[in-house]
């Protein structure tokens, strides 16, 4: 890639940031925000097979990943908890966690990675006195629930495909 492919980059990719209001306090928010965006088009690239252009995978990023975890960090109260940073600087700082709580559990939103992102590094006023631990139980407790229905769902697969094994050996054994 030459210098002027990457300068269109930094270009298209600064431009989002502007329009949505982003900024950030760190010098190295800039070459961070383009890995990011570097990452979520090498992963569109090799899930749908074909290589997308820069503007196309700095759309998808804006997106799925850019506006979901901006909007969980606004509405779930998590600014609050960090309130010397910047929205640019809690989207670099959650969307690392969020990377990290998804090679745990695949299914962690954005909204789970900010609320947990927020208990575990937020000030104490946040982590006892506000709804983020709130949500966090509600979220857990809809997941034990999901899975109980789950497992119930595959023993009575498993019990009905056990019976219909039986009824079948036991009609070749009687005949």
Same mark, same amino acid.
């Given at each position: ?5 990457? $300068?269109?980059?930094v270009?298209?990719?600064? &431009? #989002? ?5 982003i ?9 961070? #925000? ?7 088009? *090498?992963?569109?690239?090799t899930?749908?097979?074909a ?22 960090? &606004?509405?779930g109260?998590?600014? $609050?908890?960090?309130?010397? +940073?910047? #929205? /640019? %600087?809690?989207?670099? &700082?959650?969307?690392?966690?969020? *990377?990290?709580? +998804? ?5 962690? /939103?954005? %909204? ?8 575990? *590094? ?12 709130? !949500? ?6 809809? !997941? ?9 769902r595959?023993?009575d ?12 050996y ?6």
């Amino acid at each position: 890639m030459n210098n002027l492919q990457t $300068k269109e980059r930094v270009e298209t990719t600064l &431009e #989002v940031l502007e329009n949505l209001g982003i900024a950030f306090s760190r010098d190295d928010a800039q070459r961070r #925000v383009q890995e990011h965006v570097s990452v979520h088009k *090498y992963l569109l690239d090799t899930e749908r097979h074909a290589d997308h252009a820069w503007d196309d995978a700095v759309a998808s990023w804006n997106a799925t990943v850019l506006t979901p975890l901006t909007t969980a960090l &606004e509405n779930g109260g998590i600014r $609050k908890a960090f309130p010397e +940073k910047t #929205v /640019g %600087d809690l989207y670099l &700082e959650v969307s690392d966690h969020w *990377y990290y709580l +998804k090679e745990r559990r695949s299914d962690v /939103g954005p %909204d789970e990675a900010a609320d947990s992102f927020a208990l575990r *590094y937020g000030n104490v006023f946040t982590r006892f006195f506000s709804a983020i631990p709130v !949500r966090g139980f509600a979220r857990a407790w809809k !997941r034990q629930v999901h899975s109980a229905n789950v497992i119930s769902r595959n023993m009575d697969r498993f019990k009905t495909e056990n019976d219909a094994n039986l009824q079948n050996y036991s009609s070749r054994m009687h005949v």
